[in-house]
């Protein structure tokens, strides 16, 4: 008698399948079309990381599995009695059985992985040396209620899956109990646990399309631990997302019809077996079923309560009581799947409502911006400060390294004095079809904004759709407004005149507001009104409401936060205010693809919350706006205060005294006032130079700003010989997060990508309000 296994997550490693694909070339091909990546390479080259993520991991063990079974039988192995496969894998027996052809087998396990690798926020525990019973007596007398067992694999190893901080919090109970070996695993959700339910339904609708076959082998199912029935295969593999896996029972099933150990075949990966040692362990410490349990059926699924379906676009995880292991509990799981509002998700095609900000002069590169798209997350490109080829080249870049369709965005920073600025990256953003940006640093709406805007209106069914989406970055609650209004009608008529706009495009501008989001930004890294998020952000709320009500045929318009956002604790404040999506930024920036010197990385590594300043700012030097910037290490916010005082002091740059015309000569600009001036008449505009020689204060003006441009390209550059000058944007948020990560391997920023820690800080933030609302509700 023959019985193949085939194992489940956990299995895979880098070099697997490699002579299967070569051998099986038609169904290797088949399975890139249908994956739109090529399996071979990620199997070979990895990395690791990426191809231990649920999304690639269940495809690529289902597609190694089920061809090492076609290779075990051409090889000569026995046609086996029974088939069994462990999670994910259960899909390779089904296939080896005859139930589903190649291709459809893949189609599923590619929806069922990316179903469960959208459940944030979960955890799971390998427990050694403890029975079910005695596991299940733990958990109900200790009162842990959002902890499951998930895997039987044998009679004394049994996995544990549930919240995470619960199941890491756990370990202790267990220990104390007798367990020989607790071991959290390194997944995020909470697989084979009723907080896998929403993933269960959807899964259910993908599969309701699909017809199973009758099966030529038996195949034991994970949910009864007994040969599935024909005409419910397809139920049972619903309710295995949700289920735990019986596969000591499964095991002790085969012993009691006559299975041995000699009989097992193990198909699956090259190298050590994983599922085959489990078949002797279950036989030495519980041995066969007897007769009695051997008739009785096991219940294909316990019956957990179901929480009430929500609209996900108002949810932020609070429900009805439903009960959990048998106690009530007074809310809903809060996962990365319900933060936020999953409307604004679907409105920018995003996976989760989180997008990092554009940081000037291409610091948010385009490879963050690359890394952010891939891993479905909103990144903005840090156009300001850069030239038009170079804003092109960077789309470009990012287009041809993004999965087609996925969403990225351009900073449209306002230009007051050179409105020509906003007109040249209109023309290369309607050129480029960039239908994402960050409109930031506006007082008023412009005209090249309107003209964006209206270029990506129509009207459908009586609505009016925006394909060019704008995301209005603001902190005063004024200037919000503006943006929540249509367009200013002197503006229509101007672009009308010029015939910029059509008569239609017209229309419908006066049909919807200026932005489709509002992202209230409080103080922050850069030009900042030091604003609070807790006074900002609900009067913005408010002024959406009377927008939504104005323009109630245009959609719904979102509220996000940025400003501050580097922990749990803060992104978890701003979405209990209403926020329907967060922006960070300082964090960001100490990163591999920030486009800024590993010098400057290494700073921002070190800082804490009180090693920032405000400092004036460059471009707004004359109106004494004020940045914040890094201070720890650095002479530049003392140095920038310093040449706004003897601006405001001095009429020009020959009524300076001598002393300090020469300090600020030989140690801020490092060269001449002439010489400084003479860069710049190579640089400026011929009547930007003709103003300034009439006007000496204007042409001090333009001196001193050099240094604050320069300061920029110092730090940038990494020109560590002119470290003590470095101008870094950088809020506090970056001193928190540093906090936050100290001691893990976040602590070093070479370790840091952005993407990994947007998805790091919406899953700790649900854990977070998880942990918080089960305070608040006893």
Known sequence: MSVCMFPGQGAQRLGMGQDIFVRFKDLKEQADDILGYDLARLCKDGPIEKLSQTEYTQPALYA?????????????????????????????????????????????????????????????????????????????????????????????????????????????????????????????????????????????EFISCFEFES????????????????????ARMIEQVTSPVRWSDSLRYLLAKGVSFSDIQEVGPEGPPIVR?????????AGPLDSTELEAELPPLMEHPKTENQDDSHTRGLGKPIEMNGSAVKFSHVSMENIGSRAFCEAFGVRYPYGSGAMYQGIASADLVIRMAKAGLLGIFGAAGLPIPQIKAAIARIRSNIPAGRPFGVNFIAHLNRPHLED??????????????????????????????????????????????????????????????SAPEP????????????????????????????????????????????????????????????????????????GGIGTPEAAAAVLILGADFIITGSINQCTVEAGTSAAVKD???????????????????????????????????????????????HDSLETIEPKLRSQIEDRYLGRSFGEVFEQIAKAYPAEEIERAQRMPKHKMALVFKRYYRDTTDWALKGMTERKVDFQVHCGPAQGAFNQWVAGSSLEAWQNRHADAIGLHLLEQTADLLNRRLSVFTG
């Open 491 to 562: 503006i229509i008529k101007k672009l009308l005149h010029e015939k910029a706009i059509t008569e239609e495009e017209a229309d419908l501008l006066r049909r919807v507001p200026m932005a489709d989001a509002i992202c209230v930004e409080a103080d922050s890294g850069g030009h900042t009104d030091q604003g609070m998020p807790f006074a900002l952000i609900p009067p913005v709320l408010k002024l959406r409401e009377v927008a939504e009500e104005a323009f109630d045929l245009s959609g719904r318009i979102f509220v996000g936060a940025a």
């Open 603 to 649: 700073m921002l590594a070190d800082v804490n919350v009180y090693d920032t300043a405000y400092a004036p700012s460059g471009e707004m030097f004359e109106l004494g706006s004020k940045i914040q910037v890094l201070k720890k290490g650095v002479f530049f916010p003392s140095r920038a205060e310093k040449l706004v005082a003897t601006y405001r002091q």
């Open 424 to 485: 040249e990256l209109t023309d290369l953003l309607l050129a480029e079809g960039v239908s994402v940006i960050e409109a930031s640093a506006f007082m008023d709406v412009t005209q090249a904004l309107v003209r964006y805007r209206a270029k990506g209106l129509r009207s459908e069914s009586g609505r009016v759709q925006a394909d060019n989406r704008v995301i209005a970055k603001v902190s005063r609650p004024d200037v919000a407004n503006q943006f929540l209004r």
């Open 215 to 234: 099966q030529k082998i038996p195949v034991i199912s994970n949910v009864t631990a007994r040969p599935h029935v024909d005409a419910d295969i397809a």
């Open 64 to 204: 190694v599995n089920s061809l090492q079974y076609l290779k075990y039988l051409e090889d000569g192995g026995r046609t086996p009695k029974y088939l069994l496969g462990h999670s994910v894998s259960e899909y390779a027996a089904l296939f080896a059985a005859g139930v589903l052809d190649f291709a459809t087998g893949l189609k599923i396990v590619v929806k069922r992985g990316e179903l469960m690798s959208e459940a944030q926020g979960g955890g799971m525990a390998a427990v050694l040396g403890l029975k079910a019973n005695e596991i299940e007596e733990i958990l109900r007398s200790e009162g842990i209620h959002d902890v499951f067992a998930a895997n039987y694999n044998t009679p004394k190893q049994i996995v544990l899956s549930g919240i995470k901080q619960s199941v890491i919090g756990a370990e202790r109970q267990f220990v104390d109990a007798g367990a020989s070996h607790y071991k959290v695993l390194q997944v995020s959700g909470a697989f084979h646990t009723p907080f896998m339910e929403k993933a269960c339904r959807r899964f259910a």
């Open 277 to 285: 040692p489990m078949f002797k362990r279950t036989e030495l410490e």
